[in-house]
């Protein structure tokens, strides 16, 4: 079974907040997404909402309720008590905790789980008590060690920043071996029995060989990558573009 297909809305989000209208909308571009086999939605509500805004969400989560029930919701971010607030009034179907600074423009880096081991620990059983699934973001080449921290903190899911691959877009033999690093990283989670995601800098291109080199790679969140395609493909065919590359 191939990887399930989560589309990040937060360049549509950034790109209609450039003006005060209401357009493009979130909740019809998500809509358009669903309908062509998309298998959820990821927002990342970052605390200026720059982007995706705190009053997106009850939207989205209602587009899926109403007309997706099979879809799922995920919400990204870093956990702070205004987050997890926010999260447990939208009632997500997953959740992934990521180690951003408010300030940065995009992830890009994953959780130093040994040192932050108690601290995640306290956010995710706070999440699963709610009945959440939750995925943590994780470095590429995190060891042994640390997804076994990763696993103690009582996640479900490690969620591989998938950055390094995506920048060898012109460098075949330095992709391969940013693929050998997420495969060994993914390997690791999966024996330890925690399910792997990945996401960032995923492209109709690259994408193939992530799902090949990760067979049981259970999601990938496409934002960035999936938007700009769909300047050319539109929407729908942009998700069917990126679902076929998952199945080949």
């Not at 950055?163 to 989670?189: F, R, V, W």
Request: one cysteine or more; aromatic letters at 6%.
């Amino acid at each position: 079974m191939s990887a399930k297909l989560s589309v990040n809305l937060n360049a549509v989000a950034f790109l209609r907040n450039r003006r005060d209208l209401p357009w493009p909308s979130l909740v019809n571009l998500g809509r358009i997404a669903l309908e062509a086999g998309a298998h959820g939605l990821t927002v990342h509500p970052r605390p200026d909402e720059r982007h995706t805004r705190f009053t997106d969400l009850p939207d989205l989560r209602a587009l899926i309720d109403d007309e997706f029930p099979e879809a799922e919701f995920n919400i990204e971010g870093y956990p702070t008590e205004e987050f997890l607030e926010l999260v447990e009034a939208n009632e997500p179907e997953q959740v992934t905790l990521v180690p951003d600074d408010p300030g940065q423009p995009t992830s890009d880096h994953g959780w130093d789980f040994t040192g932050q081991e108690n601290f995640l620990r306290d956010c995710v059983q706070r999440l699963k008590a709610k009945g959440f699934r939750v995925s943590l973001f994780c470095d590429p080449d995190a060891s042994e060690t640390e997804i076994g921290r990763a696993l103690a903190t009582g996640a479900d899911r490690v969620e591989l920043y998938t950055g390094p691959y995506g920048s060898c877009h012109d460098d075949s033999d330095q992709a391969n071996k940013e693929l050998e690093t997420l495969t060994k990283t993914a390997e690791i989670a999966l024996a330890k029995g925690m399910d792997v995601n990945a996401g960032h800098d995923l492209t109709v291109a690259n994408v193939s060989g992530l799902a090949k080199a990760i067979p049981n790679l259970a999601e990938v969140s496409i934002g960035h990558g999936l938007t700009a395609d769909s300047l050319e493909f539109g929407m729908a065919g942009s998700v069917k573009r990126f679902l076929e590359a998952l199945e080949a």
